[in-house]
């Protein structure tokens, strides 16, 4: 068996947040004796990555998905439990570990802003002490692959969010990290970045075999990228598994798509009719009855064509997080 | 330490593409450095003209020269380290400086240093023109020279540890600005900035030889006057290496109290 890239076991982060109230009293009380609440970030969560494997962290806002990678990276200091990252362990912050590593945050930049991004590319180069062969071959494969020419010699200020956020990923890559930690990658970005960044990161992790661990708010992100998820919510380990199996886990409903030749059918005795147009109609049945249901339909009226699909992926996290636990 | 080298040279060239950005603000920068000491110089001349040519041990034409010798060794010294640290904090770019494998420190001190040298001749270049104008008294030994030049090095360095050390306030606070704002009234009457420190009362003079400030603008500008023996330049010059030896210590010990802190509660 071959050791975890990433070894998580029980891992903790409790913060110290001083609490304040509204009003001049309050305010005064608050000077004398200042009150504290403890927030768990992350309450006891454990998996392992393989090398190589691309994980999908999930969780809603403030589910602590951050504060996990911030400790996987070394930036946070963990309240309790054991993490290790290629046998490190990340806080102790050794320089042969950050050699190794990359974290991109997609709100956050790390390219020197008024000055064109080859400028930053080049000071990471000295930083991380690539060899210069080294350096102008992952660069070009990085300007090919992201298609960097003509926005290398561009006042980074001047690029768009999308332009911005491949220079970025360029930047964090140059010195070719066997872990990547991607912290939102695609936010805010159009359909089409999102696509090019997504097919970005397979390519990486084929070409370097390089681990990835994700969190993205896009599911096309996670369907398109992971194999594997790992869900948390309220800062506890809620699934971890395939992609697949979570779809499977959460759905109770199937969604059957019918097209009728007489379009004035009412179907709510079949099912929760979800919409209606153009003679296409949408029912929600439960998914134990998806089989029943079905066969009734096409018994019973005109059928022209009929689809039963899985419900959308957003709709299967939104459960999940609406649910908290299975 | 060929790899520190690497980086102190790219840097120095990212700096200096910055710098060609900021152009306009490096000018308003330029010209307050060279205002503050112009105010002192004209008000000190004033004074010593109506006080019948001097002021304590100083004359109108070695005021001039102290303000201008001034100007360049504060120019030298300076450091902004203060506001930049505490802008990394709050907007989390520190978060990228401490996952790189090298100390945040040495852009830092790169970043300084190349500024410093391009701007230097600019510098050199008004205090040639104010030299035209306030006809300063300047002929120090050659024995002075030859130390000014560490002097001023290790000026630089004392400042640089100390204030990027005080810097560090910002891991524990989100009022720098107050710590800053008495750092630099200290600043400005201990070191000489002010005035030359020969004229004030002598317990002042007493706590600026205890404290750090002298040592990081005021003794070079004295030895170069050729205000100081020999010895007592020789003495600066070691009380400049204990400020040194103190500011590294401090550095280490609160930038590490720092990162602990920031790594506990969020970065």
Redesign the interface.
Known sequence: MTLPAIHIRDLRKT??VSQQEAGAKAALKDLVHRRTQEVRAVDGISFDLAPGEIVGFLGPNGAGKT?TL?ML?????PTAGEVTVLGHIP?K?E?TF??Q???V?GQ?N?L?W???AI??F??N?????VLPEDYRRMLGELTELLDLEPLLHK?VRNLSLGERMKCEIAAALLHRPSIVFLDEPTIGLDVTMQRRIRAFITEYNRRFGATVLLTSHYMNDVEALCKRVVVIHHGRLVFDGDLSVLVQQFTEHKTIVVRLADCEADLKAYGEVVSCLDGQITLRVPKAETARVTGRLLADLPVIDLLIEDPPIEEVIERVFAQGNP | MKGLAELYVQQFKTTMAMMFQYRASLLIWMIGHVLEPLVYLIVWSVVATTGGGSVGDYTKTQFAAYFIVLMLVNNVTYTWIMYEFEYRIRHGSLSFALLKPVHPIHSDIADNVSSKVLTLPFMLAIAAVLALIFHPALSPPLWAIALFIPALLLAFLVRFLLEWTLAQAAFWTTRVSAINQTYFVLLLFLSGQIAPLSLMPHPVRILADILPFRWMVGFPVELLLGRLTLTEALMGLGVQAAWVIIGLVLLRVVWRAGVRVYSAVGA
């Not at chain 1, 990276?73 to 200091?77: A, E, K, T, W």
Request: proline share 6%.
């Open positions: 913060y110290v504060t911030k990276s070394g930036l946070l200091h806080w912050r320089k950050l050699r590593i990359t974290l945050m956050r790390q020197v008024d000055i064109p400028h930053s080049e000071l180069r000295v930083i991380y002490r006042p």
